[in-house]
């Protein structure tokens, strides 16, 4: 099958190898790789490329420089819904950025350095894997921003660490280090930063020898199970946080983020 064509590419690097170990580096770092419009619409769509790929046996999905993902790009966000771009709720990119996640048939092994927070928090635990160093942190900050949880994150979060932990970092916005993630069962290792590249290598490469037809058949069937346990609380959830996209609270929210404040919600 062709093989993946990294010029189609601005906001994400792609890194092939031999050994069939591909990286995908989400590519803004001026922003903490926070995710631009353009951006989300490249990682939407790069998974079918990857499956189609016969030369890729396994992806590590990471951030260029000490970030993973600080979330939405707010700035450009908050530019653009003052222009009067958003006209009404869209809820179809989040689906196919998670759905064709899931959908790809290929390992999946986010590497985590520093901030995944919002929207990408949801990216890196919709991975098979999550291997994080030490100083990273994990935070689904919708409600800080004024906005429902959404992402994926009242989908996915509820599976990895039970409801009453899920609810009580949905509704409260707080981080939660890498160390502590790993203990929970948010993510699969917390491993100091200097041995983080070299162990997410290790385990790349321990999936790239293995049979490749039985380990994405593997994974196709969890996900599958994963798909059926949460697609009405996903779609609930993104229904709710399309909703408040259009609130004075996360108005409010998105200016007092920009303008390193804290904000003042009113419930309106």
């Known amino acids: 099958m062709p093989a993946i ?11 092939k190898r031999d050994d069939g170990v591909a990286t995908l580096t989400l590519n803004n770092p001026t922003k903490k790789n926070a995710l631009s419009r353009p951006m989300h619409r490249e990682l939407q769509f790069i998974w079918a490329d990857v499956d189609m790929d ?6 590590i999905l990471t951030g260029e420089g000490n970030a993973f993902c600080a979330g939405t790009d707010l700035s450009v966000q908050d530019a653009e819904n003052e222009a009067g771009r958003v006209k009404k709720p869209m809820t179809g990119a989040a689906r196919r950025l998670f759905w064709n996640m899931l959908d790809c048939e290929k390992p999946i ?3 985590v350095r520093g901030p995944a927070y919002g929207a990408g928090v949801n990216v890196a635990i919709a991975a098979d ?13 919708h409600v800080r921003m004024g906005i429902a949880a959404g992402d994926g994150g009242p989908a996915l979060w509820p599976l990895l660490i039970g409801f009453h932990k899920a609810k009580e970092y949905m509704m409260t916005g707080d981080p939660i280090d890498a160390a502590k993630a790993a203990e929970m069962g948010l993510i699969n290792y917390c491993v100091p930063d200097a041995e983080l590249d070299d162990f997410v290598d290790g385990y790349a490469k321990k999936l790239a020898a293995g049979a490749p037809l039985a ?26 946080d399309q909703l408040t996209l259009f609130t004075k609270d996360h108005a409010e929210g998105t200016k007092a983020f920009l303008e390193k404040r804290a904000p003042k919600f009113t419930g309106q």
């Open 215 to 240: 380990i994405n058949y593997s994974k196709m069937s969890i996900n599958l199970m994963i798909k059926q346990l949460t697609a009405g609380a996903f779609e609930m959830s993104q229904a709710y």
């Open 109 to 111: 092994i986010a590497k």
């Open 5 to 15: 064509d990294p010029s189609k590419y601005e906001w994400i690097k792609i890194d």
């Open 129 to 141: 894997m999550v291997i994080a160093a030490e100083g990273a942190r994990f935070c689904d900050s």
């Open 54 to 59: 016969d030369d890729i046996r396994v992806v």
